[in-house]
């Protein structure tokens, strides 16, 4: 493939097999491989030449392909209720099978016929709780499941803000701790060097996440919102190195250019603007894409690239802290609905759609008082959905349907 | 037996109207109330500054007002705190902490319904530094400062060290209550054992190690007689309601030994030794083991539950699953193979606050007591 | 020794008498459960086909959910003991049961005499239980005798929700307005109490032979979607709805004994 020509949406699917490539052949050549949670900070981990797997985008990835249902059989015949992250259960029935097949030698008929991006098993796993506390017990069972090293990086809810100065203390010092873990994991001296450059480079790609999440206030708009649910991969799997700023450039300059040309997301047919607040469903993705489509909803609303402004001075560690702890849901609700309220005026949103995931407390339990702070702000009307993340049984096709229409009509009638 | 009884019904009394408890207390003493949500909280902190931890547990009550304010799958606990939240019962206290050890607490935190003002505080959850513990600290320091403008007191150190020497007396009373009701299930049945470490949750604490001491005289003066009943532990966050307890009464079960997050997780280790009262107070959360909302990537509560049973010679454990609650169903699928393969018969039953029929439970409990034979 | 084993569930009521622990003499179910006129009705029935009277019942054990309100019973018996004495007497190599009826579903995993080691249930949720495939029959407008000829008949089972019966109803109401082939509908909806039937199996542990009772295993599409699951052969208990009952008069002769 020619990287120069290539469009930022080739680009995106060649890095995303490239990091799985790089994992496989990293434990082919017995260095090490890291599953880590995908927001947590990888900065130190790209210093020492450790490849990365990133579990959420993994199970987001077997969902989107349908596969969702044999890796959620397996953590459920292993007593995980279904009640539990349909993600982590995705991906601990994902670590099941590939535990048995390291056993055994032999692989189960799911795994076999998983459409499951093909990864390894990790030596050595990175978790942090700035997203959720789901993260802990979900790396807590890895951890036992493969008797290997943990690496947390507690990030302590905000629940009052601002974020204060021993709670930064407390964050660095588990860097600093993480980075002495690494030293004795890898037997190396830590490589302070190349963990100054990850943090420049994640400087870089945050600049062109940014540029991309600046034209959700054109409008008419040339991005949906839905991009995003997919370029935001680039961002979990490659903020500290050079392809994720690349590829972002291309998809920012492509997005430019399209402005330029008058060539929008939804044609002639934008007709309303909307937030959507929550995981995308990522067994249904085409189906809430057509539904909002064929309302001539653009969705031009979301918290997600917020999530990933990690915007701190390179070699300084304490302000590194803050913009890990500082995400939009490990803040206090004051703060939560003031983003949310900035997102739906930035992308000029008539209305907001509510994912209530029955998977997903973190991002559910507020919806609703999200939802009415933001509401009576900015006078929009909003619509709240059932739905799941990974799992396809907690979503009604038909039911996301009506919402949205009704969150049509009411947009309609202001 | 009619001392025994005596004791026995004074706990029963508080439990079965905490709010009168609180009343009582805040009338004898001119001082305040200061509720914890919960699972665990620095309790010395409110005791030293004179006023009354409460224990916030929710309550055997129908869902209907929280309702507009939780999801349907919000964990059976905290859907039954907002109830009471919604419903007043809350606004008797001078204040709430509120603990954030999980994903719905961290949003209960913050759409607290009651009148009361809350103190949102949390906990460290990399747990084996020395970091976690200066985290605390501070933290710590934060909820007494609060503590002191809204109550407006003063809370010295001293008065600290000295709650915590008044609560490690109140704990170790509660270990050797916990032994000796495993000594004497025909006298401390499970409704009974329960009414005495929950009004742990209502009860200056100085007051209730006085009262669990006199109960454990008296009951020393009894004859140990043989236990044809079959002898379990229970393990999860709490075994309520009430009616649940009279289920395993019924069923000739004596509870040998806990691991409740409501009961011997709040006791089981004393504040340990430390430079400052909050950096001791810090150190019991670095210290407490086998609990899901206090990070653990070695998992030890399967071994833990496992001497358990070999310890107090049990026939089984009844893992009492609060309804939705993720921190312990993550726990399950990791502690029940290790309980598989120890050969330690064990059963699930949910816990719903809400029930007021239990046939369900009824069912299972009835059950495992026939397959435990 | 004459005893009676009565079983009142939530839908129905069954009754068994047997002679001397061995013989079965008569048995009844009558499609009325706890709390209406289906307790009295099991016994009339019960009586009037064996030509017994109360006075001729030695022992007397009562299970399922209505059992305490049985005032003749000298004994209350959980169903799930019974359920696993029953199989355990109709099928001696039974190792583990699935009994899927009417408001809930259980595996449980029995010894060679016939007692439980372990068990697990969802008695929560619609899905996966009688209740669900009536639901569903009902929205398909079809009978259980139709659901098993139209099973056989499908070429590839349609997805069906398994977490939640309201979710279900949606998808197959979708499904039929789509033009769906309603034997494919049917399948999955017996696809989808297979999966939550297996899962508790599987916790129970999955050790041949393998029987299934309760109501819902007269709809041998059930059978078949969870042979096909467990990649097992499983049997059907003769007499799937009386095997409570019949353990229960089984338990009754062993306590006089």
């Given at each position: 493939?020619?990287m120069e020509?290539a469009?930022s949406?080739?680009l995106l699917a060649y890095w995303q097999a490239h990091l799985d490539e790089r994992a496989r052949s990293h434990k082919k050549e017995g260095k090490l491989v890291c599953w880590s949670a995908a927001l947590a900070p990888t900065e130190m981990f790209i210093a020492m030449d450790i490849a990365m797997v990133f579990p959420e985008t993994h199970?987001a990835g077997?969902?989107?392909?349908?596969?969702?249902?044999?890796?959620?059989?397996?953590?459920?015949?292993?007593?995980?209720?279904?009640?539990?992250?349909?993600?982590?259960?995705?991906?601990?029935?994902?670590?099941?099978?590939?535990?048995?097949?390291?056993?055994?030698?032999?692989?189960?008929?799911?795994?076999?016929?998983?459409?499951?991006a093909?990864v390894p098993l990790p030596d050595l796993i990175l978790t942090s709780n700035n997203i959720?506390?789901?993260l802990l017990?979900?790396y807590?069972?890895l951890a036992?499941?493969?008797?290997i090293p943990c690496i947390t990086i507690d990030a302590p809810?905000?629940?009052?803000?601002?974020v204060?100065?021993?709670s930064k203390k407390y964050i660095v010092k588990q860097l600093d701790h993480a980075i002495q873990q690494l030293e004795g994991i890898t037997g190396r001296p830590f490589d302070y060097d190349r963990f100054l450059a990850a943090q420049e480079q994640t400087q870089r790609s945050v600049k062109q996440w940014q540029r991309v999440a600046?034209?959700?206030?054109?409008?008419?708009?040339?991005?949906?919102?839905?991009?995003f649910?997919n370029y935001m991969a680039l961002m979990v799997i490659g903020r500290g190195e050079e392809f994720a700023e690349i590829a972002l450039r291309k998809f920012a300059d492509?997005?430019?250019?399209?402005?330029?040309?008058?060539?929008?997301?939804?044609?002639?047919?934008?007709?309303?603007?909307?937030?959507?607040?929550?995981?995308?469903?990522?067994?249904?993705?085409?189906?809430?894409?057509?539904?909002?489509?064929?309302?001539?909803?653009?969705?031009?609303?979301?918290?997600y690239p917020g999530m990933w402004n990690f915007e701190y001075t390179p070699g300084d560690l304490m302000s590194m802290a803050e913009s890990y702890a500082k995400i939009y849901v490990n803040?206090?609700?004051?703060?939560?609905?003031?983003?949310?309220?900035?997102?739906?005026?930035?992308?000029?949103?008539?209305?907001?759609?509510?994912?209530?995931?029955?998977?997903?407390?973190?991002?559910?339990?507020?919806?609703?008082?999200?939802?009415?702070?933001?509401?009576?702000?900015?006078?929009?009307?909003?619509?709240?959905?059932?739905?799941?993340?990974?799992?396809?049984?907690?979503?009604?096709?038909?039911?996301?349907?009506?919402?949205?229409?009704?969150?049509?009509?009411?947009?309609?009638?202001? | 037996?009619?001392?025994?009884?005596?004791?026995?019904?004074?706990?029963?009394?508080?439990?079965?109207?905490?709010?009168?408890?609180?009343?009582?207390?805040?009338?004898?003493?001119?001082?305040?109330?200061?509720?914890?949500?919960?699972?665990?909280?620095?309790?010395?902190?409110?005791?030293?500054?004179?006023?009354?931890?409460?224990?916030?547990?929710?309550?055997?009550?129908?869902?209907?007002?929280?309702?507009?304010?939780?999801?349907?799958?919000?964990?059976?606990?905290?859907?039954?705190?907002?109830?009471?939240?919604?419903?007043?019962?809350?606004?008797?206290?001078?204040?709430?902490?509120?603990?954030?050890?999980?994903?719905?607490?961290?949003?209960?935190?913050?759409?607290?319904?009651?009148?009361?003002?809350?103190?949102?505080?949390?906990?460290?959850?990399n747990?084996?530094l020395?970091a976690?513990?200066?985290?605390?600290?501070?933290?710590?320091?934060?909820?007494?400062?609060?503590?002191?403008?809204?109550?407006?007191?003063?809370?010295?150190?001293?008065?600290?060290?000295?709650?915590?020497?008044?609560?490690?007396?109140?704990?170790?009373?509660?270990?050797?209550?916990?032994?000796?009701?495993?000594?004497?299930?025909?006298?401390?049945?499970?409704?009974?054992?329960?009414?005495?470490?929950?009004?742990?949750?209502?009860?200056?604490?100085?007051?209730?190690?006085?009262?669990?001491?006199?109960?454990?005289?008296?009951?020393?003066?009894?004859?140990?007689?043989?236990?044809?009943?079959?002898?379990?532990?229970?393990?999860?966050?709490?075994?309520?309601?009430?009616?649940?307890?009279?289920?395993?009464?019924?069923?000739?079960?004596?509870?040998?030994?806990?691991?409740?997050?409501?009961?011997?997780?709040?006791?089981?280790?004393?504040?340990?030794?430390?430079?400052?009262?909050?950096?001791?107070?810090?150190?019991?959360?670095?210290?407490?083991?086998?609990?899901?909302?206090?990070?653990?990537?070695?998992?030890?509560?399967?071994?833990?539950?496992?001497?358990?049973?070999?310890?107090?010679?049990?026939?089984?454990?009844?893992?009492?699953?609060?309804?939705?609650?993720?921190?312990?169903?993550?726990?399950?699928?990791?502690?029940?193979?290790?309980?598989?393969?120890?050969?330690?018969?064990?059963?699930?039953?949910?816990?719903?606050?809400?029930?007021?029929?239990?046939?369900?439970?009824?069912?299972?409990?009835?059950?495992?007591?026939?397959?435990?034979? | 020794?004459?005893?009676?084993?009565?079983?009142?569930?939530?839908?129905?009521?069954?009754?068994?008498?047997?002679?001397?622990?061995?013989?079965?003499?008569?048995?009844?179910?009558?499609?009325?459960?706890?709390?209406?006129?289906?307790?009295?009705?099991?016994?009339?029935?019960?009586?009037?086909?064996?030509?017994?009277?109360?006075?001729?019942?030695?022992?007397?054990?009562?299970?399922?959910?209505?059992?305490?309100?049985?005032?003749?019973?000298?004994?209350?018996?959980?169903?799930?003991?019974?359920?696993?004495?029953?199989?355990?007497?109709?099928?001696?190599?039974?190792?583990?049961?699935?009994?899927?009826?009417?408001?809930?579903?259980?595996?449980?995993?029995?010894?060679?005499?016939?007692?439980?080691?372990?068990?697990?249930?969802?008695?929560?949720?619609?899905?996966?239980?009688?209740?669900?495939?009536?639901?569903?029959?009902?929205?398909?407008?079809?009978?259980?005798?139709?659901?098993?000829?139209?099973?056989?008949?499908?070429?590839?089972?349609?997805?069906?929700?398994?977490?939640?019966?309201?979710?279900?109803?949606?998808?197959?109401?979708?499904?039929?307005?789509?033009?769906?082939?309603?034997?494919?509908?049917?399948?999955?909806?017996?696809?989808?109490?297979?999966?939550?039937?297996?899962?508790?199996?599987?916790?129970?542990?999955?050790?041949?032979?393998?029987?299934?009772?309760?109501?819902?295993?007269?709809?041998?599409?059930?059978?078949?979607?969870?042979?096909?699951?467990?990649?097992?052969?499983?049997?059907?208990?003769?007499?799937?709805?009386?095997?409570?009952?019949?353990?229960?008069?089984?338990?009754?002769?062993?306590?006089?004994?």
């Open positions: 493939m020619n020509q469009s949406k080739e199970s077997i969902g989107a392909r349908k596969g969702a249902l044999d890796m959620l059989e397996v953590t459920n015949r292993d007593g995980y209720s279904i009640d539990i992250c349909s993600y982590a259960r995705v991906n601990l029935g994902y670590m099941r099978l590939l535990k048995e097949y390291a056993r055994t030698g032999e692989k189960a008929e799911a795994l076999a016929k998983s459409p499951a093909d959720c506390n789901t017990k979900w807590e069972n036992v499941e493969l008797d809810y905000i629940h009052d803000m601002p204060p100065e021993y600046s034209f959700l206030n054109y409008k008419p708009s040339p991005i949906n919102g839905f991009d649910f492509e997005l430019e250019e399209n402005a330029k040309n008058g060539k929008f997301a939804f044609g002639d047919n934008e007709r309303s603007r909307v937030v959507w607040e929550g995981i995308a469903v990522w067994p249904h993705l085409s189906h809430t894409f057509k539904s909002l489509k064929n309302q001539g909803s653009l969705m031009t609303g979301s918290t803040m206090c609700l004051d703060a939560r609905a003031q983003e949310l309220t900035a997102v739906a005026k930035n992308g000029r949103c008539d209305g907001m759609l509510f994912h209530m995931n029955r998977s997903c407390k973190i991002m559910s339990l507020l919806n609703l008082q999200t939802a009415e702070i933001v509401s009576k702000t900015l006078g929009i009307p909003y619509a709240t959905f059932d739905g799941d993340q990974t799992d396809p049984n907690n979503f009604s096709p038909a039911q996301f349907d009506t919402r949205v229409q009704s969150l049509s009509e009411m947009i309609a009638k202001k | 037996m009619s001392r025994i009884d005596d004791i026995i019904t004074q706990f029963q009394t508080v439990t079965a109207n905490p709010k009168a408890a609180v009343e009582q207390y805040k009338k004898e003493t001119g001082k305040g109330a200061v509720g914890i949500l919960y699972l665990y909280g620095p309790e010395e902190i409110v005791h030293a500054a004179g006023c009354l931890p409460v224990g916030m547990w929710g309550g055997n009550k129908t869902i209907s007002d929280a309702r507009a304010h939780l999801v349907p799958f919000t964990c059976s606990i905290m859907q039954s705190v907002m109830e009471l939240e919604c419903q007043g019962t809350y606004d008797i206290l001078d204040a709430v902490l509120i603990s954030v050890p999980c994903d719905t607490l961290k949003s209960m935190s913050q759409i607290w319904k009651g009148k009361a003002p809350p103190i949102t505080f949390v906990h460290p959850q747990r084996n020395a976690a513990n200066e985290f605390l600290v501070e933290e710590y320091g934060f909820v007494k400062r609060r503590l002191e403008e809204i109550l407006g007191e003063n809370i010295p150190d001293e008065a600290i060290e000295r709650s915590i020497d008044i609560y490690n007396e109140n704990r170790k009373a509660m270990r050797e209550f916990c032994e000796i009701t495993a000594d004497y299930p025909g006298i401390i049945d499970p409704v009974k054992r329960h009414a005495v470490i929950k009004a742990r949750f209502f009860m200056e604490k100085s007051k209730h190690t006085a009262l669990v001491k006199q109960l454990i005289a008296e009951i020393r003066k009894q004859p140990m007689t043989p236990w044809n009943g079959k002898k379990i532990i229970l393990t999860g966050i709490m075994a309520e309601p009430l009616g649940l307890l009279e289920i395993f009464r019924n069923n000739g079960f004596a509870i040998v030994a806990d691991d409740l997050a409501q009961e011997s997780r709040q006791f089981r280790h004393d504040v340990p030794a430390g430079r400052t009262p909050l950096h001791r107070l810090a150190r019991w959360w670095q210290e407490l083991e086998g609990c899901p909302l206090a990070m653990d990537p070695g998992k030890a509560r399967g071994q833990m539950l496992i001497d358990l049973a070999s310890r107090y010679e049990a026939d089984g454990v009844v893992v009492c699953m609060m309804k939705f609650c993720d921190p312990e169903e993550f726990d399950y699928p990791i502690y029940y193979p290790q309980l598989k393969k120890a050969g330690i018969k064990n059963t699930t039953i949910e816990i719903d606050l809400e029930e007021k029929s239990f046939e369900q439970a009824r069912t299972r409990i009835q059950t495992f007591a026939e397959v435990i034979h | 020794m004459i005893t009676l084993g009565v079983d009142i569930g939530s839908a129905s009521s069954k009754a068994v008498i047997m002679k001397n622990g061995r013989e079965v003499i008569a048995e009844a179910v009558v499609q009325a459960g706890t709390g209406t006129s289906g307790q009295k009705r099991v016994f009339d029935e019960i009586f009037s086909l064996s030509g017994f009277s109360w006075g001729d019942i030695d022992y007397t054990v009562a299970t399922g959910y209505g059992r305490f309100s049985i005032k003749e019973a000298d004994r209350e018996i959980s169903e799930i003991t019974c359920h696993g004495q029953g199989i355990a007497f109709l099928c001696p190599s039974a190792r583990t049961v699935i009994d899927i009826g009417g408001q809930d579903a259980k595996a449980i995993s029995l010894d060679e005499r016939g007692n439980i080691v372990n068990f697990f249930m969802n008695d929560k949720c619609a899905a996966g239980t009688g209740r669900f495939l009536e639901n569903m029959s009902r929205v398909l407008e079809m009978d259980i005798e139709d659901m098993e000829r139209c099973h056989f008949l499908a070429t590839e089972p349609a997805p069906v929700s398994s977490t939640c019966a309201v979710f279900s109803e949606s998808e197959i109401i979708s499904l039929l307005s789509r033009g769906v082939n309603r034997n494919d509908i049917v399948a999955g909806v017996h696809q989808s109490i297979a999966t939550k039937a297996c899962a508790l199996a599987s916790r129970a542990g999955i050790v041949d032979d393998i029987v299934m009772c309760g109501g819902v295993a007269r709809d041998r599409g059930v059978v078949d979607a969870i042979t096909k699951k467990l990649g097992r052969k499983v049997t059907v208990a003769p007499h799937p709805q009386v095997t409570g009952a019949l353990g229960a008069a089984l338990l009754a002769h062993r306590t006089i004994k």
